[in-house]
């Protein structure tokens, strides 16, 4: 008979885990441990979900009973959410690429769970999670569609950008590079406008600032290539009140003014143009000034 060797005694090594698998099963053997008992060992994750839908199922046999706004409803309420709490937080975990806290997702989608609670019936004979799932998801898509936007776009623009995103993956697979424009437009059957305009939507989530340096091309930011103040804007205001005032003068009075100041003729033009003597003109003239700085509420 040949000698054992050590190798033949011992026990064969453990079986490897999976790549995909990111809890590995850590659970000690209760058949080697003699201080090990099933009362004793850790609850794995597959028997804390088990345990959370079993008592999810009591807590709603007993809420059904309950009148809404008393104490014992609000109890029984605030533990439903308090145990499913774990399904929120793998709902939230599908949005860790949209570089939003996840606090603020997990909040989110605790809105969606109490209005899941809020109408769940348990005589339908579907289970809560697959129930309350739905929405979860769609609580945290609508905060992300109305909420983070810092530019809100169309709801159909939204749609369409999705559906632009995902082409634009499955062609640079397929190409090995960047798709053109008229590459993704003829994937999905719409035009090269609607295409731009929908990339343009899928930067809305953040704003650039005015201050930033331009990507690529090393110009200066927006706010430094922007254009000077016109001086003639501070003009506007007071063209806009001088024709005010000037409707309230008489006609002549008006003409005037408008030979004098807008034609540049002279006190001798003007009575020649009007027929009339240049001290005539001259009081007019001075009579418009008096009626128009009393008129000025500004200088008043």
Same mark, same amino acid.
């Given at each position: 008979?040949?000698?054992?060797?050590?190798?033949?005694?011992? !026990?064969? #090594? #453990?079986?490897?885990?999976?790549?995909?698998?990111?809890? !590995?099963?850590?659970? !000690?053997?209760?058949?080697?441990?003699?201080?090990?008992?099933?009362?004793? +060992?850790?609850?794995?994750? =597959?028997?804390?979900?088990?345990?959370?839908?079993?008592?999810?199922?009591?807590? &709603?046999?007993? &809420?059904?009973?309950?009148?809404?706004?008393?104490?014992?409803?609000?109890? *029984?309420?605030?533990?439903? @959410?308090?145990?499913?709490?774990?399904?929120?937080? $793998? +709902?939230?975990?599908? %949005?860790?690429?949209?570089?939003?806290?996840?606090?603020? *997702?997990?909040?989110?989608?605790?809105?969606?769970?109490?209005?899941?609670?809020?109408?769940?019936?348990?005589?339908?004979?579907?289970? %809560?999670?697959? &129930? +309350?799932?739905?929405?979860?998801?769609?609580?945290?898509?609508? $905060? %992300?569609?109305?909420?983070?936007?810092?530019?809100?776009?169309?709801?159909?623009?939204?749609?369409?950008?999705?559906?632009?995103?995902?082409?634009?993956?499955?062609?640079?697979?397929?190409?090995?590079?960047?798709?053109?424009?008229?590459? @993704?437009?003829?994937?999905?059957? @719409?035009?090269?406008?609607?295409?731009?305009?929908?990339?343009?939507?899928?930067?809305? $989530?953040?704003?650039?600032?005015?201050?930033?340096?331009? =990507?690529?091309?090393?110009? !200066?930011?927006?706010?430094?290539?922007?254009?000077?103040?016109? #001086?003639?804007?501070?003009?506007?205001?007071?063209?806009?009140?001088?024709?005010?005032?000037?409707?309230?003068?008489?006609?002549?009075?008006?003409?005037?003014?408008?030979?004098?100041?807008?034609?540049?003729?002279?006190?001798?033009?003007?009575? +020649?143009?009007?027929?009339?003597?240049?001290?005539?003109?001259?009081?007019?003239?001075?009579?418009? %000034?008096?009626?128009?700085?009393?008129?000025?509420?500004?200088?008043?």
């Amino acid at each position: 008979m040949p000698a054992r060797t050590a190798s033949d005694t011992e !026990p064969p #090594p #453990p079986a490897s885990v999976p790549d995909d698998d990111p809890t !590995p099963d850590t659970t !000690p053997d209760i058949d080697t441990d003699p201080d090990i008992t099933p009362d004793t +060992a850790p609850r794995t994750r =597959e028997s804390r979900g088990a345990d959370a839908r079993a008592l999810t199922q009591v807590l &709603f046999k007993e &809420f059904a009973g309950l009148e809404p706004g008393t104490p014992e409803h609000a109890r *029984v309420r605030a533990a439903l @959410i308090e145990a499913n709490l774990p399904l929120v937080r $793998y +709902a939230a975990a599908r %949005f860790r690429s949209r570089n939003e806290p996840m606090e603020d *997702v997990i909040q989110v989608g605790t809105i969606g769970l109490i209005n899941a609670i809020d109408r769940f019936d348990p005589d339908r004979g579907v289970q %809560f999670p697959t &129930f +309350a799932m739905p929405t979860v998801v769609g609580e945290i898509k609508r $905060y %992300f569609r109305d909420n983070v936007r810092t530019v809100h776009v169309p709801r159909r623009l939204h749609e369409l950008w999705v559906q632009v995103n995902g082409a634009t993956e499955d062609l640079t697979v397929l190409h090995g590079r960047s798709p053109t424009t008229a590459e @993704i437009a003829e994937r999905l059957k @719409i035009g090269e406008d609607e295409v731009l305009a929908c990339i343009e939507a899928g930067r809305s $989530y953040h704003a650039t600032s005015l201050e930033a340096a331009q =990507e690529g091309d090393g110009l !200066p930011g927006l706010l430094d290539r922007l254009g000077y103040e016109d #001086p003639a804007l501070a003009g506007v205001e007071h063209r806009d009140l001088v024709r005010h005032l000037l409707v309230q003068l008489p006609e002549r009075e008006q003409r005037i003014l408008l030979l004098r100041y807008y034609s540049n003729l002279t006190q001798s033009q003007i009575s +020649a143009e009007l027929g009339v003597s240049q001290m005539h003109v001259s009081r007019l003239l001075s009579r418009s %000034f008096a009626r128009l700085r009393s008129a000025n509420r500004i200088d008043a």
